[in-house]
């Protein structure tokens, strides 16, 4: 009965673990995608300097977050964002305005994928 | 240097996964493959694998391996309370036994519902060292899937009550002294001391217990001494 009792705790701190990580990842991302819509304006309006300030932004957060979550989550879907904001950078240096568009479109996808992916649905546990 | 690193990464993780899993089965308790019941059987099985694949694959959070060990573990001892505790939950998770041979009969509908056939029968007999099925009085096929029998009473070997003879008391042996170790529990239950170990040793011509390979004392207070070699 102890067993049982200290493996309840357990399994409670994994379900606290696991809603908590969900509502970092849905902070995180709503965050990212609210910058990603600055930069897409920056982008839009030729600021590219802005653009690339904003970006790096981004990538500080994300770099922070995704220490964070490395241990959690499945490190191909961390390293997808990564590349798409090492290519990001390189479009808004070169102001290639239609590639650093649809990179932003790729990586908002990306970050919505990312939290549904963490979500408890149906469609995930099936 | 970097293949090092991630052979170093790789052996971490193994090493960690295995102390996981050995914890996790000494948890579920002591048990042989063999006498699992099909539950634990699939529970024992499924965390093997769950604990290779993180091992395999870098990528994989090795959380996901260990949360889901847990789980299986929390399953597993919830089930086993439960079992504990009620007599349908245990019927319903472990099944029910089957009476395979009833009065020396073999009982063909109870071998249909547990699709067990007569090779299996007679082969399971023949490991009990039983090879006329006529010896049988009662075969009952547990839910592990071991099969109890009770060999008609003129077929079962001559025990001291049925020629009516006085035995002694037995009991376990105490192993006291084990790889040159003193067993100073076993001593202790037995009311005696090193020093009188020693002695008797001196008495075999052993100077120390570390010079033994194992002794053991039975309820009879016969020293059993074999010495290590030299």
Known sequence: ?126 | MAGVFLMLITLARTFFLYILVVITMRLMGKRQIAQLEPFELVITIMIAELAVIPMQDRNIPLINGIIAILTLLFIQVTFSVLSLHSMNFRSFLDGRYSVIVANGVIQEQEMRKARYNLDELLEQLRQRSIFDLADVEFAILETSGELSVLPKSQSRPVTPGDLKLETEYEGLPLVLVMDGQVMSSELRKSQLSEAWLRSELEKHGIKSPSDVLIASLNTRGELYLQAKES
């Open chain 1, 1 to 126: 009965m102890k067993l049982w009792i200290f493996m309840s705790l357990v399994i409670i701190a994994i379900i606290v673990g696991g809603l908590f990580l969900q509502q970092s990842i849905l902070k995180t991302t709503d965050r990212i995608s609210r910058t990603l819509d600055l930069i897409q304006d920056a982008v839009r309006n030729n600021q590219w300097q802005e653009a690339l300030a904003l970006r790096d932004k981004v990538d500080h957060e994300w770099r922070l977050q995704e220490n964070r979550w490395t241990p959690l989550i499945h490190n191909h879907e961390l390293n997808t964002v990564t590349i798409h904001l090492a290519r990001l950078k390189s479009f808004l240096a070169s102001e290639d305005e239609s590639s650093a568009l649809a990179e932003i479109a790729e990586m908002r996808l990306k970050l919505i994928q990312l939290h549904e992916q963490e979500i408890l649905t149906l469609e995930n546990i099936f």
